[in-house]
C-alpha cells in the first residue's frame, strides 16, 4: 500500500489488530492512538468524524494542540456545537487540500478514512509533509488485501 504512494517512509513501525466488534472509545486502535501520542504537543486528525478522538485526547492530553479536518460539512458544524470553545479547532476540509491550513503539526493521524479513497496514496502524500514527527494511520488490512489480488 505505501509503496503507491512514492514516499519512503525512515522509521515505518506496523501495529495489528485482530478485528472487533468494539466501538467507541474502547476500540483498540483509538486507545493505542492515544498511547502514541504521548510527549508530542500538536495533532491534525484527519477525517475527525463524529469528534470522539478530540474528547479522548482532551482528556488525556488536555494542553494538545488539536484541529481536527472533515469534509462532511454536517459533521464539523455538529462538532462545532457540542464544543463550543473549541470551534476553530475543527475544520471543514478535505484530505486533499490539507496546505490550506497553513501549518505542520508533530503527528498527522487518520482512521479509517483511506480504505473508503480510490486514491489513497494521493491522501497519504498530502498527509505526509504536516507531519513533523509521527504519521499514524489506520486502516483495515482489506485495503492491503486488495493490492496483493
Request: proline share 5%.
Amino acid at each position: 500500500m505505501l509503496e503507491k504512494t512514492g514516499i519512503v517512509f525512515p522509521r515505518l513501525r506496523s501495529i495489528s489488530f485482530s478485528q472487533t466488534n468494539m466501538k467507541g472509545p474502547s476500540h483498540p486502535s483509538r486507545i493505542k492512538i492515544v498511547e502514541l501520542i504521548s510527549g508530542y504537543d500538536s495533532i491534525l486528525d484527519v477525517g475527525c468524524g463524529t469528534g470522539l478522538a478530540y474528547q479522548m485526547i482532551m482528556n488525556v492530553y488536555p494542553c494538545m494542540d488539536y484541529v481536527g479536518v472533515d469534509v462532511t460539512a454536517k459533521l464539523v458544524a455538529h462538532r462545532r456545537r457540542k464544543w463550543p470553545a473549541a470551534q476553530e479547532h475543527f475544520i471543514n476540509l478535505s484530505v486533499y487540500n490539507l496546505e490550506k491550513i497553513g501549518r505542520t503539526f508533530d503527528v498527522v493521524m487518520c482512521r479509517h478514512l483511506l480504505e473508503d479513497l480510490p486514491e489513497y496514496d494521493i491522501a497519504i502524500r498530502k498527509m505526509y509533509p504536516q507531519a513533523v514527527r509521527e504519521l499514524l494511520l489506520v486502516f483495515y488490512s482489506k485495503v492491503l488485501a486488495s493490492e496483493r489480488d
